[in-house]
């Protein structure tokens, strides 16, 4: 009896090893799944804050894009690298609605092309201390915002057309008014909806065909009018002080123009400066050119004007009608090739005008610096994560 008894109490004790073995088994299994489950949530967390900080950073490079496009580049070095605190800032600065996530974004000119080429390097956070940078290569594109076979650089306009004795086109041509394949502009490009809305309504059914080039159709009718943003009049003026520091500046002071002027031609194109505050080619007066032409004041054609290039009206444009202050009338005949900037669109027609788009036409002259005068977009060419 007595021995069974200790058999069975030896028996017993050999259950206790076993339980508490099974027991820390079972809590190494569940601190181990623990673990393995906090790990998979930090490694999921970590992947999708870092793809989150690659969207930030990819977010600021096309910022930065879309801030050096808005008024164009002429020289990458010039224009963006040395102004770049005030073109992009605050630097860096929080996605738009998202506070969390983060940018900064860094230029750099190319030391081979600095007016050409040049790097965005942008730099993304988001949270868990999660970083990512690429870096962007950059040059300009062949077109910038704001170009069309006419450009109105202003905020809102009162256009009014008379007549159909006129063509503003925005398809490419070549100097000689050849249509030729390349880059299809607005016949008439805006800084906003509100001045396309005005330029659409001003035309009447048998004048919207009259403005061809980007958007254009013709059932249903649609007018080539489209909202492309691009540089104020402060750009502007910028542009133009740079253009004025060239020593090829030929300045004209003349109010009266009678008989034949040549501003430039095709083979030693000029850049020609009409400083009379309104200046008048006369019914017996011929004027052609070629380059760039900047007017300070009004024109009045009664003659005829043959210009390829771009010219530039710091006031508004009136193509054949009576002028006033600031102004350009042209009631003779005229051909642009090129590109027609200006603050306001009015056009009466009085013999014809005809302002076609042609992109060679504007890179006519190149500053002796290099880059180029007409403002254009930066294209991106090469796309890289930092690692």
């Known amino acids: 009896m007595t021995a069974g ?16 073995m099974l027991l820390l088994l079972l809590v190494t299994m569940g601190a181990a799944a623990a673990l393995y489950t906090s790990l998979e949530f930090r490694s999921t967390n970590h992947l999708q804050t870092g793809n989150q900080a690659l969207f930030a950073a990819e977010a600021g490079a096309l910022r930065a894009l879309n801030a050096m496009n808005q008024s164009g580049v002429t020289h990458f070095a010039n224009d963006i690298v040395a102004r770049w605190s005030t073109l992009l800032a605050p630097n860096p600065q929080a996605l738009a609605g998202y506070p969390q996530f983060t940018f900064s974004a860094a ?3 190319a030391p081979t092309n600095p007016a050409d080429r040049g790097w965005i390097t942008a730099t993304g956070w988001a949270p868990y201390n999660a970083k990512r940078t690429v870096r962007i290569g950059v040059r300009r594109g062949p077109i910038g915002r704001g170009t069309g076979a006419v450009y109105l650089a202003a905020d809102s306009v009162s256009p009014s057309f008379s007549g159909n004795a006129f063509e503003i086109d925005g398809n490419n041509h070549d100097p000689y008014g050849n249509l030729v394949a390349g880059t299809v502009a607005p016949g008439i490009a805006t800084r906003n909806d509100n001045v396309t809305g005005a330029v659409k ?3 009447n059914t ?3 065909d009259n403005v061809r080039g980007a958007e254009f159709s013709l059932d249903p009718l649609n007018p080539s009018v489209v909202t492309t943003g691009g540089p104020d009049w402060s750009d502007i003026n910028r542009i133009i002080n740079k253009i004025l520091t060239d020593p090829r500046v030929v300045n004209n002071n003349t109010s009266r123009i009678n008989g034949n002027v040549t501003f430039g031609t095709l083979q030693n194109p000029q850049i020609t400066r009409l400083t009379a505050s309104d200046v008048t080619i006369h019914a017996n007066g011929n004027a052609s050119g070629a380059g760039i032409l900047i007017v300070d004041g009004s024109l009045t054609i009664n ?3 043959n210009f390829v290039g771009w010219v530039i009206v710091r006031g508004s444009t009136v193509i054949s009608g009576p002028s006033s202050d600031n102004e350009t009338a042209v009631l003779g005949n005229a051909s642009l090739m090129g590109s027609l900037w200006t603050t306001h669109m009015v056009i009466r027609v009085g013999g014809s005008a005809i302002i076609d788009f042609c992109e060679s036409c504007l890179n006519l002259i190149v500053p002796p610096s290099g880059g180029g005068y007409m403002p254009k977009a930066m294209m991106v060419t090469s796309w890289q994560e930092v690692l």
Do not use: H, I
């Open 5 to 20: 008894v200790r058999a069975r109490t030896q028996d017993s004790g050999f259950v206790l090893p076993s339980t508490l």
């Open 107 to 109: 230029v750099q000119a």
């Open 201 to 203: 309504n001003a035309l």
């Open 206 to 208: 048998q004048q919207k």
């Open 303 to 305: 003659g005829n004007l």
